[in-house]
């Protein structure tokens, strides 16, 4: 890979070209971690486009986008590789009577049996590759140690077959919800980058940037109303996606601008619990006043 | 690895980003050798005469959580600041402009009398036309004009921020912009005035920035790093916690418990996979020649512990009273019931005020007005409360209760009560005592610690949020 991006004024130019805005913090990141040739681990409120960071990254490199959903009990055999233990035990099974017992397990342990999961899949890819963990925070603080092999070597040690190094170095992106603290094991491996909401002038340019038909003004208002309601204390801020819902709905509807009928209509693609949207309207006074 | 930054020749940033590391180090930051060694590689991909990129380049190396950020800002602002250009993206003009009223300044001593107003003016129409750059410009202006800086005084930033916000008046300002402004609506009010509040706490960092910058030419960065240095909000200690303290702790509970109760439910869970099924992985072991190959477990049924939680809500412990009800409260899915009482002499029963409640500060702000905790003097008596509790409440304990009782054992020389304690530990599964004092202060005084404590399964010292994080991830 060996720097693929010039500076981080680079990335912010190619993210831009895939419709992807954000500030120097993020492409900053992006850049040094190509450089240094370390992951990044990205945290932040969900919907900020942690995820999206990742697949847009993948776009502007032309490169395939490998994704393992983390989960609770995430294992080995779902992230690393596992044997496919049904056709050993065939091919066992096939040839109990002819050959000796240690010609067949040097054989039923070849890359034959061997199903790669997504984590050895990118170690493996010769054709570049970005892999996304999404939602790390998930997994065990156990299962983490799992990850950290690939994560700081590039590699893969299977006891049967030795280790297995990267043919060239992936781009990997962790994300993170912050439901739980991060090993420092895991986070002393990777940059740290938290992506919070947008300001003002960016949201609005990511308004306009994703939805079609959208007026200047139409954007600039969403973008601040939704600002304001951020700051409300609500059980779930709107997030960027959210507030790009609700921008389309306002702009399939055909409204100008939004006064409390509009609200009353569209909130439910801002707000996702009754409480909130209530809270909304009280609060922005004018919205929902009737 | 390359080892670069151990032998690289001195220079000047390479002895900054050492001193900056320990400095974040003593403010609590776990900053590891790989990671300052990463920094460095990192500032050598990044144009360093770019503040900001610098900023961003340390940041992602160095802080690996985001509530470390705001410490990092500050030492960042302290450590690099004076290598920063003295105007980047500001109008030379005004810069120019602003140095001979700083030198007027200088000269006599205090601001002439019209270069205030036409400072006000100025600002007046940097916020109303969302102009950064002046904005900047200005704030050094102000804190030239009003901040009254010192060489050598040994005050904090926070004084100086104060008497410039103070002259400043930013709220009237705010005020008298709104007053002229053409918004209708409530909305459009609301939305244009929080606009303007946004610049208004723009300049009011700008100011901050400048007022560091000129203490770390006054005393050296070393110095200043020391004295700015605070502690993260939850290591506030409760009863020694200003009022911005006690906020900074309110807001940090609801985040920290989220993630104690994910990690609470998920390790529950965990715990007891439950037994082996015999059936299940037998019959599965026949489509494989009989052979185990996956073994099947009984569904785990998970436990949940009961809580009932006595708390001591006199003047010198209400904080943390309340801090660690709010924090019980808010991981209860944790728990199968939770029952809570209060007590100063008297002892009441709370738990109607949390039940069916979102809204935790208004249950906690109804405590101190609805429960009637009052029996004489409005002294804690440990020792009549028990004895009052165990006789009201005492079915409230049974076997499969865990008793927390809150307090600092400080019983203002009455009667203990360890009887009634006594009882109440045998008929509860588990009695745990927390006490916001540093351990070494128990038993000195009024504090009969050593009194209740063989009646409790274990007495916690619970200083901090951290502490209590740690005493009940620990404990359930």
Known sequence: MGG?????????????????????????????????ERPVLVEGPAGTGKTQLAKSVAEICGARLIRLQCYEGLDEGKALYEWNYRKQLLRIQAEREERAWGDISEDIFSEEFLLTRPLLEAIRAEDPVVL???????????????????????????????????????????????????????????????????????????LLAKVPGISDDLAGEVARIVRSVRRLDLRKPPSVSESLDWARTLVMLGAEQVDPEVFDETATSLLKYRSDTERAQRELAGLGAR | ?????????????????????????????????????????????????????????????????????????????????????????IDDTWLDELAVADSVIARDGRPPAQSEAELAEMLMAALAAGDLGMLAALARGAVGRYAGMQPGRPVGGTYYLYRTMRNLRLEEMIDELM?????????????????????????????????????????????????????????????????DELEQIR???????????????????QRDRGHLDYRRTF?????????????????????????????DI???????????????????????????????????????LFENSDDMETSIMRINTEADVVWVDGHSDYGHALGAFRDRYGKAVGTRTSVLILGDGRNNYHASGAEALEKLHRRSRRLFWLNPEPRSYWNSGDSIMAEYRPHCDGVFEVRTLRQLERFVEQTF
């Open chain 1, 4 to 36: 693929k991006f010039e500076s981080s004024e680079d990335v912010l130019r190619a993210l831009a070209g895939v419709r992807y805005l954000c500030d120097k913090r993020v492409a900053g990141a992006v850049y040094l971690a190509d450089c240094l």
């Open chain 1, 132 to 206: 996304l963990l999404d939602e790390v925070d998930r997994i065990e603080v156990e299962t983490e140690a799992l990850l950290l092999e690939v994560l700081s070597e590039y590699q893969v040690s299977i006891p049967e077959l030795g280790t297995m190094r990267a043919v060239q170095i992936p781009r990997v992106f962790l994300t993170s919800n912050s439901t739980r603290e991060l090993s420092e094991a895991l986070k002393r491996r990777c940059l740290y980058l938290y992506i919070d909401y947008p300001e003002v002038g960016r949201e609005r340019e990511i």
């Open chain 2, 1 to 89: 690895m390359e080892s670069v930054g151990a032998c690289e020749e001195r220079n000047p940033l390479l002895e900054m980003l050492d001193g900056f590391a320990k400095a974040l180090r003593r403010a609590g930051l776990p900053v590891s050798l790989t990671e300052r060694i990463d920094a460095l590689e990192a500032i050598r991909r990044t144009d360093i005469s770019d503040r900001e990129a610098l900023k961003n380049a340390l940041g992602a190396t160095l802080v690996k959580t985001q509530a470390h950020w705001p410490t990092f800002e500050v030492l960042f602002d302290v450590f690099f600041s004076i290598r920063e250009g003295p105007c980047e993206g």
């Open chain 2, 179 to 243: 007053a002229g402004s053409e918004a209708q609506t409530p909305l459009e009010i609301r939305l244009e005035r929080e606009e303007f509040e946004d610049r208004a706490e723009m300049l009011r960092r700008e100011i901050e920035a400048v007022i560091r910058r000129r203490l770390v030419a006054d005393r050296g960065h070393e110095a200043l790093a020391r004295t700015l240095s605070k502690p993260l909000p939850e290591d506030v200690e409760f009863i020694h916690a200003s009022r």
């Open chain 2, 251 to 269: 807001r940090a509970v609801v985040p920290l418990t989220r993630k104690l109760a994910a990690r609470l439910s998920r390790r529950r869970r």
């Open chain 2, 283 to 311: 019959r599965d072991s026949l489509g494989f020649g009989g052979v185990p190959v996956e073994p099947k477990f009984r569904r785990p049924r998970p436990s949940k512990p009961e809580i009932v939680i006595i708390a």
């Open chain 2, 314 to 352: 006199s003047g010198s412990v209400a904080a943390f009273a309340r801090f660690t009800l709010h924090f019980m409260y808010a991981i209860n899915s944790n728990f199968s019931k939770v029952r809570s009482f209060v007590f100063i002499d008297g002892v009441d029963e709370v738990t109607h």
